[in-house]
């Protein structure tokens, strides 16, 4: 449903409910709230010519190669995150990588790079994955939920996740990850659409369509409480485990 197809259902319910009341119903007192487009919706609105068909240039396919996706990702206004973008950030690493690590979003200086985990974080996660052999230059490769920052680093809206989930899962499609380590809460409660966060979830093993999923603490959240690093640190080596059995040799 459309922005304008809402209001026009909540000014008739309103119209009823006052009519019904005799008078202005409380139930609809205040501002009007503020709508929407839906996603799926408003994608396919915006992917459509003049005939009504949808564009195959706006299409994100799982059969997309990753030079495809991320440059559909730069040309990406789904929401209004693109409004305030210096950068996308679609991801870096390698192609076909042993592991596919995801994070929330873009930070500041993530968004003047156009780079994932270049700040304070991303040296802390550099230094996560090379105490376990892994590296974004020899195998991994670093996304996140979103792929534009969201204003003052807040938590990306579900809307905004939503508007964002076909490229994470074009780039899973197409990346082929032998595992999966999601950094933070943000990342696995939009990962399995699932409300349990990274205090439940992490250093369990659970399974993505078919792929390994680990969860450990943000880097972000390591730097302002150092002391879960040190359980951070146990979910690494359940990570390292799981990797050692998908490829005892990965680390040479």
């Known amino acids: 449903m459309t922005k304008d197809d809402k209001i026009k259902v909540y000014n008739l319910l309103k119209t009823a409910s006052d009519n019904l009341c005799g008078y202005a119903s409380p139930d609809f007192a205040g501002e009007m709230p503020e709508f929407a487009d839906d996603i799926e919706t408003s994608a396919v609105l915006r992917a459509s010519g003049s005939d009504g068909e949808v564009s195959q240039a706006t299409q994100v396919s799982s059969d997309s190669t990753l030079a495809n996706i991320n440059k559909k990702i730069s040309e990406c206004k789904r929401c209004a995150l693109c409004a305030n973008r210096h950068n996308v950030v679609p991801g870096m690493g390698v192609e076909n990588p042993l592991v596919l690590v995801i994070g929330e979003g873009p930070g500041e200086e993530e968004d003047k790079q156009g780079k994932p985990f270049v700040g304070p974080a991303g040296q802390l996660l550099d230094k996560m994955l090379g105490a376990i052999g892994l590296s974004r230059e020899k195998n991994c490769y670093i996304a996140n939920i979103v792929k534009c920052r969201p204003p003052a ?5 579900p809307e905004e996740a939503d508007a964002c989930r076909p490229f994470l899962d074009a780039q899973i499609a197409a990346l082929k990850p032998k595992a999966i380590l ?6 696995v409660k939009n990962l399995f659409h699932s409300n349990d966060g990274v205090m439940k979830l992490h250093g369990q093993v659970l399974d993505f369509n078919g792929i390994p999923v680990v969860t450990t603490w943000h880097p972000s959240a390591l730097l302002r409480a150092p002391e ?6 146990e979910d690494l080596k359940v990570f390292k485990s799981v990797l050692l059995n998908i490829k005892p040799d990965y680390e040479k």
């Open 153 to 157: 680093n807040r938590n990306p809206l």
């Open 228 to 233: 879960n690093k040190r359980p951070a640190w």
């Open 182 to 187: 999601c950094a933070g809460s943000v990342a």
